[in-house]
């Protein structure tokens, strides 16, 4: 049996105040979901203070992007081995708001994976089709091509260190989520296809989706077999949903 994840990506949402607030509220409402791992990947400057409030709880914590570089004249970049200073246990990497407003391409997104597990940490890797590509009916061949940047050039044993989302573009902060046969649907081919490589590795691999999840349709998702658990957008700042979404995926 695999383990549930629910993560929250607070995006470049928060303030020191507002973020007391909201793990005030989650880490006691969370604490006796003892099949589930609930973590929250915050902005860089709120590593520290996830580190303070987090640490010796249940909680988990990450950041939401971190350099391919381990070090050097990177103005502006903060490496995986800095995240890991404080704490974290995830990075998330290859966001689509990363990939289509940062520009990011399937091989940085390998390379940014390749430097967060250096750094001892687990990447969160994000894949999934925009809605042009669905209606096309390319979402397989999209997300096959993501997933297999990653495996091509970090070997497909590096996944077995990996979380793999799989967050539809066109369901992101869109309230329209996919349906659980369509989640679903995609998560097993992207099961088999790691399985094609190695079936320990893919039976082992926690795979979340994302994409408007919420409390009132986190149970139905979480409970397609090869569905994980999740990676929450909006629902992860407002503390009752997210604490719904949780004890969704402890059901
Ligand atoms: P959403 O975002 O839950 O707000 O749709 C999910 C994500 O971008 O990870």
Redesign the pocket.
Known sequence: MRRKLVAG?W?MHGSLAENRALLAALVPATRGLDRVDVAVCVPFPYLQQAQELLSGTHMLWGAQDASRHAKGAFTGEVSAQMIAEFGARYV?VG???RRSYHGESDALVAAKCQAVLNAGLTPIV?LGERLEERERGETEAVVARQLEAVMDSLGVAALSGCVL?Y?PVW?????RTATPDQAQEVHAYLRRRVAERDGAVAARLTLLY?????GSNAQALFSMPDIDG???????LVSEEFIAICRAAQA
């Not at 369901?171 to 309230?175: C, E, N, S, V």
């Open positions: 990506n995006k998330i966001h689509s708001e994000c989302a967050e369901a992101i902060g869109t309230g994302g994409g408007s999840v919420k999740g990676l929450i957008g909006g629902a992860s």
